[in-house]
C-alpha cells in the first residue's frame, strides 16, 4: 500500500485497517509530503485509535519517540546516538519541542541531561524554542519547565519575537506564567505595544491578567 492510502486510513482513524496495510514497517519511516511521519499525523490530528494502535507498536525513532512520552526508549536512542539530541525532523522539530509541547516532563529532563541544546529553534509553522513550545501545548509540569527555562533563558525569544510568557499569557497557561514569573521573566518587555499582561486581557485571562500587572 501506498504512502498516500496509509495516511487515508489514518485519516479515517481506522486502525484495524491501518495495522494490517502496515504489517512490519516502522512508523516513524512513514512519512507524507510535509514530512511528518504517520504518527505525528495521528497524534496532532486527534486520531486517537491509530495513534494508540502506532505507540503500542512502538519500534519509534527519536522523534516518534520523544512525542510518544516514551523516556526508556529516548534514553537508549540517546545513548546509542548522543548526536541526534539537537537534529531537526523532516517537518522541522527537535525531539526536545515534541516533548515540550505534549508535556512529558521525564523525557525533557531525559534529553536535557543528555545535553541536548534547549535553544535550537524549529523550522517548522512556528519558529520557536522547545520552551515556546512548552508554552502553546500547557502540559508541561512545573519541575520540568523550571528546568527548560534554565536551560534556555527565561526571556529568550522566538522568531516574532514573542517571549514564553506571552504565550503562555496567551494561551492561559497559568502554571506556565507562574514558573516564568519565578524564573524571572521580565512581564514589562512588549510586542506591538503590548505585555503579557495586556494580551493576556485581549485573550479574555482576566485573572491573569492581575497576576501579570
Not at 151 to 156: E, K, L, N, P, S
Request: aromatic residues 6%; charged residues 25%.
Amino acid at each position: 500500500m501506498d504512502t498516500k492510502a496509509l495516511f487515508a486510513l489514518a485519516e479515517a482513524d481506522d486502525a484495524d485497517a491501518l495495522g494490517a496495510a502496515l504489517k512490519d514497517a516502522p512508523p516513524s519511516r512513514i512519512r507524507n509530503e510535509a514530512g511528518e511521519t504517520i504518527y505525528e499525523f495521528s497524534v496532532f490530528r486527534g486520531r486517537t485509535k491509530c495513534a494508540e494502535l502506532l505507540k503500542k507498536r512502538g519500534g519509534f525513532f527519536l522523534h516518534d519517540a520523544a512525542l510518544a512520552g516514551d523516556a526508556p526508549r529516548v534514553a537508549a536512542l540517546v545513548r546509542e546516538a548522543p548526536w541526534a539530541t539537537d537534529l531537526l525532523s523532516p517537518d522541522g522539530w527537535t525531539a526536545l519541542h515534541l516533548a515540550s509541547y505534549m508535556g512529558h516532563d521525564a523525557v525533557i529532563a531525559t534529553l536535557l541531561d543528555a545535553g541536548c541544546d534547549a535553544r535550537v529553534m524549529s523550522k517548522a509553522f512556528e519558529t520557536n524554542m522547545a520552551m515556546h513550545a512548552a508554552a502553546a501545548g500547557r502540559r508541561i509540569g512545573r519541575e520540568a519547565y523550571t528546568k527548560l527555562i534554565k536551560a534556555t533563558g527565561v526571556d529568550a525569544l522566538q522568531k516574532q519575537n514573542y517571549t514564553a510568557l506571552m504565550i503562555a499569557a496567551s494561551n492561559g497557561f497559568a502554571d506556565g506564567v507562574e514558573t516564568l514569573l519565578a524564573s524571572g521573566a521580565d512581564k514589562t518587555l512588549m510586542i506591538d505595544g503590548k505585555t503579557a499582561a495586556d494580551i493576556a486581557k485581549e485573550r479574555g485571562f482576566a485573572e491573569l491578567e492581575k497576576r501579570l500587572r
